[in-house]
Structures are given as C-alpha cells and as structure tokens.
C-alpha cells in the first residue's frame, strides 16, 4: 500500500515538474516588472465607498486597467471579516485584446459583497489584487 501511495505521489511530482517547465518555455518574459492594477471600473453607479446595483439590473461589467498581468480572475464573497473561504469564481480574463474585463449575468441576485480582482502576472510569480463593496439598491 505505502509503495502504491510513494509511487502516485512520485508521478504527480514529475508530472508538475515537467508541466512547469513546459509553461516557463511557452510564458512570455515579462521585461517591465510586477503585476499591477492601474484602475478598476464598472457599469454601476457608486455610492458612500459601494458600487450599487439597480433593482431592475441582471447584469454588471468590470473594466480593469493593469500593467504585466497574464490573467485576471473576478471573485465574489459575502461582506465581512474572515469570508474568503466562502468565495466563489464568478470569470476570468486571459485575453488582453479588448481590455482586461468581465460582464456578469448575475440574474436577480441580491448583493451586500466584495467582489475581488485578482491580477497574475506575466512574470508568473507576482500578482495584484483590488477590492470593491457591492451592495443591492
């Protein structure tokens, strides 16, 4: 059984291994420094430090000016202290073509959240990270 375990594990370091060296030969070099986000925007209007949702919306966009980053990722978690375990995933962006953005279906959702932009950087080793409180209407 231990010998089972020692061998699956064996192979899954490899097989990181080899994944890593394949991704540093593919990344491009970052030659201008760190990940970091210059401005985050959205379709809300904001009010007392929070974007606020309308009634009637179904949908928000989120615009994100940033500098050396390969992929933005948009999570959303419950106002409050200590609720990054209950986050969830809600898009990413790998493509810098059109801008770094996100335009989100939440449906008829009520919100008092943070939704948090996380900025990883070309370099693959630095990222930045931006927060902003979203609250229904």
């Excluded at 231990?2 to 097989?15: D, E, G, K, T, Y």
């Amino acid at each position: 059984m231990r010998a089972s375990i020692s061998i699956c594990f064996l192979v899954v370091v490899l097989l990181t291994a080899c994944n890593n060296r394949l991704t540093e030969s593919v990344r491009p070099q970052n030659t201008n420094g760190k990940a970091e986000i210059l401005e985050v925007t959205t379709d809300l209007t904001k009010n007392a430090g929070w974007w606020v949702v309308p009634e009637d919306a179904t949908t928000m966009t989120i615009h994100v000016k940033a500098k050396n980053i390969e992929t933005v990722l948009f999570w959303i978690a419950p106002a409050g202290t200590e609720t990054w375990g209950e986050r969830e995933l809600i898009g990413y962006d790998i493509e810098e073509d059109n801008g770094w953005s996100l335009t989100w279906n939440f449906g008829s959702r009520a919100f008092h959240d943070r939704i948090y932009i996380q900025a990883l950087g070309s370099d693959g080793t630095t990222q930045d990270n931006e927060t902003m409180g979203v609250t229904s209407e």
